[in-house]
């Protein structure tokens, strides 16, 4: 959607970050489902694009031979007592590849994205949030 060059990193296993394409909503519906929240495609378009509209929200995907693998939401929240913070609103990575650094670098790329949207200032932090 706001992907551009700039916003692809590629490992040695050939994993791809970018972020979500409307045409991603089917594997990430799927995704979605093995996170526990399971979503037809046709919704999951309807996120993406409201998502996408977002300036202080994005949506990562992890690639791998062109297929989705992965996918990370995070978002700019402010809170009284700590200002500004990246916060992981959602993080799956297939389970057939899991255990191999893939979501090490969602949570990466998604810093150093969500950093460009208006963190970095005193108070402000990185990415975080609880796994589940």
């Not at 929240?77 to 899991?98: D, N």
């Not at 191999?100 to 970095?120: C, F, V």
């Not at 200032?121 to 609880?130: L, M, N, P, S, T």
């Amino acid at each position: 959607m706001r992907a551009n060059a700039e916003d692809q990193t590629t490992s040695a296993q050939s994993t791809i970050i970018r972020e979500i394409a409307l045409a991603d909503a089917e594997a990430a519906a799927q995704l979605s489902g093995e996170l526990g929240y399971p979503v037809s495609i046709d919704e999951m378009k309807k996120r993406i694009v409201v998502i996408d509209a977002l300036p202080e929200h994005a949506i990562f995907v992890a690639c791998a031979d062109e297929a989705v693998i992965g996918w990370i939401d995070v978002a700019i929240t402010y809170h009284l007592a700590s200002g500004a913070q990246a916060e992981i609103c959602g993080f799956v990575v297939s389970q057939a590849h899991r255990s191999h650094g893939t979501g090490r670098k969602l949570l990466a790329h998604a810093e150093e994205g969500i950093d460009g949207r208006g963190l970095g200032g005193e108070g402000e932090g990185a990415v975080g949030g609880d796994a589940h």
